[in-house]
């Protein structure tokens, strides 16, 4: 899947173990299905050098994957774009994988560097820090919102992102999302 060029996968989400588990983390849960998707399984992710221990990392023969997984979202930016700066020099190609409450649980969608963050905190933390010098993709896994709720009332929202993952939503992102990630990101780099 990984083409002519470095693609840099970097999945967001708040500190784990803390938060593993939960729907705001699942472009941390997708990140480890793609690596074992990509034969990467048997690789340790190392903390990069400069981050405080809060970005990871797995390098591929084409592919790096990131891990931003020490501090929250909605301030990893400035750890990310630290990291990917470093890959300038490869002309790399960069996907961030996130939660999406607009789209439902077992939908992709994968969208330019150019689309609307949507209001998403983490993706507008890395547009900030980055400066938009770094484009990057957005690759939204859908969560949905809750079905018990129409609010968009902050609070609820909170409560929705931050809870657990059910078993009938992680075997839907098994499932559904992984298979049409890969096939997203396989259009994406051929």
């Avoid at 002519?4 to 480890?32: C, D, F, S």
């Avoid at 790096?64 to 929250?72: N, V």
């Avoid at 790399?92 to 150019?114: M, W």
């Amino acid at each position: 899947m990984c083409g002519k060029w470095r693609l840099v996968l970097t999945g967001i989400g708040n500190p784990e173990p803390q938060y593993a588990g939960t729907r705001h983390n699942v472009g941390l849960y997708m990140l480890e299905l793609l690596r074992k998707r990509l034969g990467l399984q048997d690789r340790t992710y190392s903390p990069v050098p400069h981050t405080g221990g809060k970005v990871h990392y797995i390098e591929g023969e084409h592919c790096t994957l990131l891990r931003s997984d020490g501090q929250y979202m909605n301030l990893s930016g400035e750890q990310i774009c630290k990291v990917w700066a470093r890959y300038a020099k490869y002309q790399a190609q960069h996907v961030v994988i996130h939660d999406e409450l607009s789209v439902r649980c077992g939908k992709v969608q994968l969208r330019a560097a150019t689309a609307s963050i949507r209001g998403h905190n983490g993706l507008r933390s890395l547009v900030k820090c980055s400066g938009g010098r770094v484009p990057f993709a957005k690759l939204a896994v859908g969560i949905g919102r809750d079905p018990g709720s129409h609010s968009r009332d902050p609070a609820s929202v909170s409560r929705w992102v931050l809870g657990a993952l059910t078993s009938q939503e992680q075997q839907t992102l098994l499932t559904q999302s992984e298979p049409a990630t890969w096939s997203a990101l396989a259009r994406y780099t051929s």
